[in-house]
């Protein structure tokens, strides 16, 4: 299909153009960066919540989160007002936010963690998703396009992990960008306003051209992503050569 061409020019442009015209050290300064920048600023607007949810553990933010997915599917299947999904969506959004923040804030990043935020961010993307399809609020071709990025992004950040230390993933080198971050904020952002178009249909197109800048930023992503694989063999490389 078209689209998964275009994802797969960005992964090329990523890993044999972008290193031609930034160096090694720029690519990582600006990917390192960034990220931290966004992390602190985001532990930093929620530390006031999660100092005092000391006694509560990150996990079960994300299991909470996981349970509003499931209250939502109820909702969307009685067909409940789209005032009440569009709050319950907002909870199960802003557990996104808060387990990572937490986890950090509070020194209790873990793998069963990530395993727990990776999870409930797919199950709250395709369930709300599918459901808004079937009612006619979302195209199935934007929904396509952004699990098209989703899921290349996954391969090739698993390609990282695998090059850098042979392992599936590794918590002290999570490569996660903050443009990683921003795709899943723009495209969650695009179903809430798109949940609220049967009462205010003048929100479609905001809703639609939210969830294109968030195709957009996975196509950036992963050109990113694409570069930092290529420093990753390079090093790895020159490693086996010592």
């Known amino acids: 299909m078209p689209s998964l061409g275009v994802f797969f020019s960005a992964v090329v442009i990523g890993y044999f153009i972008i290193p031609f015209f ?117 195209s199935g071709e934007l929904f396509f396009w952004f699990m098209a990025g989703w899921i290349i992004l996954g391969a090739v950040r698993s390609l990282e992990f695998k090059v850098s230390s042979d392992r599936i993933f590794a918590l002290e080198e999570d490569y996660k960008f903050v443009l990683d971050r921003l795709r899943l904020f723009l495209y969650i952002a695009g179903i809430l306003v798109l949940i609220l178009t049967p009462l205010f249909q003048s929100l479609r197109t905001l809703g639609e051209t939210l969830i294109i800048t968030s195709v957009v930023i996975s196509w950036m992503s992963l050109a990113f992503h694409s570069a930092h694989l290529r420093i990753l063999r390079e090093e790895s490389l020159e490693r086996r050569r010592m």
């Open 22 to 138: 930034l160096s090694k050290e720029n690519i990582r300064l600006y990917l390192s960066h960034t990220t931290s920048s966004e992390s602190a600023w985001r532990d930093g607007l929620l530390k006031f919540i999660t100092d005092r949810m000391r006694r509560i553990t990150p996990n079960f933010v994300s299991l909470v989160g996981m349970i509003l997915v499931l209250l939502l599917a109820y909702l969307f299947e009685n067909e409940y007002n789209y005032g009440l999904i569009f709050f319950v969506t907002l909870l199960a959004g802003f557990s996104d936010m808060l387990d990572g923040s937490l986890a950090r804030n509070t020194n209790r990043v873990t793998r069963l963690g990530t395993v727990l935020d990776v999870l409930r961010d797919v199950i709250l993307a395709v369930v709300v998703s599918a459901y808004l399809i079937l009612d006619n609020l979302l």
